[in-house]
């Protein structure tokens, strides 16, 4: 098979789809608050870009900030807690209790706590915590999975703890970390689209925001062009994380 | 000649699985090769831990006259850090040691040159065929000179002809230096063209099951492999060997 039709398939099918959709609502003649038609979707797209562009930068850079925040706050105690295997014990089951909670559960109370005034503040929270955990988990099973031989080696030509870390175990971590922060990436997205559906005021101009409001309104195809203007940006979000990590690890074993 | 490492009535237990070495003797003198032959779990592997400080007997004694970083291992695996170029790799003990990261560098440079890497300097261990990462982590053992070169089964992952163009190698660079070697094999004609001295042990505990010295110089003379010499050195450790597995039945 040609690689042209094999980049032509997934587009083929998705307008193949659509044109079903499309024939399904316009023969069927269904409300289009219950179902609207694929050309009403891209209407409202076409007419609201503006606020919808701006509402995934509101979502986007909320996830990106708690990304970056969660990145900090994961390495620095998954590098803390590697270095004391009491420790490390200590935090374990309250790592897990905490990541199996789902962040619905405790959005509310979190809300509640940044001060109602400020839901931002609760919205990134809560990205974090959805963030950290990947980042975390790749982290500390990174700087516990070097070589064993090469443990040896450095035991052998007498390497203090921290030329250890430095050379070692920090290096050793680096594909895991970048792993992490691969899975974190979307999960950031999906807390911040949670938080703001929690948070559910308009003090927050989120996609999630564009969501409630159009579906509360019954302007279901507003609410369509909410939800595919969000996926598109996951998936644009992961291929970027996607193609950095492939990059670095490229850089980084040199092939 | 003097003694560089002795394994003195040394014997290493593990909870579960009881003794698996010993009591077992060894002397290495300055600029000796000795091979180390035996079934697997036999614990040529664990008597090198002990000689490299690795390890610690559970009885009898270990004495080594070289200080830290005068003793070096080669793994079976060459124990490469993936993320740093030759290079780095092989100037790492200098640099654990403390030495300028400049100097270091044309050190293990030079080092590369010794094992015929010039031209792989610059590169990562993925980038490199499986002899040649072998050779990097043979550079990196001898860029400190040590006095005491310890090798677990270094050719245990390579195919034939690399193997003999390796153990010619490893002659021409013992000869510059003449530190001490233990070069732990399971190859029958291996430890006998690699050394001078080849010891037999058995299983269960590791104990010496023989031993056969050969009386040829070192490096070995080109045709050393059809050699009479080499022919019936290599049958005496065949010998003590299968005595050796009789014992493990």
Known sequence: ?????????????????????????????????????????AAAMAQDWALLLGSAWKTLSTALLALAFASLTACSLALIISTNRLLEKAVQPLAVA???????AIAPQVVIWAGLAHPDRAII???????????FSGALTGLKSTDPDLERLFDLYGATPWQRLLRLRIPSATPFVLEGHKVAGGLA?????????????????????????????????????????????????????????QAILRRFRGR | MSVVASLIAAEVAYPGRGTVLGPFDLALTEGEIVALVGPSGCGKSTALRLLAGLEQPTAGTVTRTPERGQTAVVFQAPTLMPWADARTNVALPLELAGMAKAKAHDQAQEALKA???????GSKPAQLSGGMAMRVSLARALVTRPRLLLLDEPFAALD???RRNLADDIHRLWDQTRPAVVFVTHNVEEAAYMAQRVVVMSANPGKIAGQTIIDAPLPRPPGFRTSEVFRNAAEDVSRDLAKAMGHVQ
């Open chain 1, 125 to 135: 929270s809560l990205a974090v915590i959805v963030a950290f955990f990947p980042i």
């Open chain 1, 189 to 245: 997205v999906i807390g911040a689209v949670v938080a703001e559906f929690v948070a559910g005021s308009g003090g927050s101009q989120g996609l999630a925001w564009r969501i409630l409001e159009s579906s509360n309104r019954l302007q279901t195809a507003k609410t369509f062009a909410a939800v595919i203007v969000l996926s598109l940006m996951g998936a644009l979000l992961h291929a970027v994380l996607q193609a950095s990590e």
């Open chain 2, 115 to 121: 094992v015929g890497l010039e031209n792989a300097i």
């Open chain 2, 160 to 162: 034939e002809i690399t």
């Open chain 1, 98 to 104: 905490l990541q199996v909670t789902p962040v619905v």
């Open chain 1, 1 to 41: 098979m040609s690689r042209t039709l094999e980049t032509l398939a997934p587009i083929l099918l998705v307008a193949v789809l659509l044109g079903l959709w499309e024939a399904a609502c316009r023969l069927t003649g269904v409300p289009a608050y219950f179902l609207p038609a694929p050309s009403a979707v």
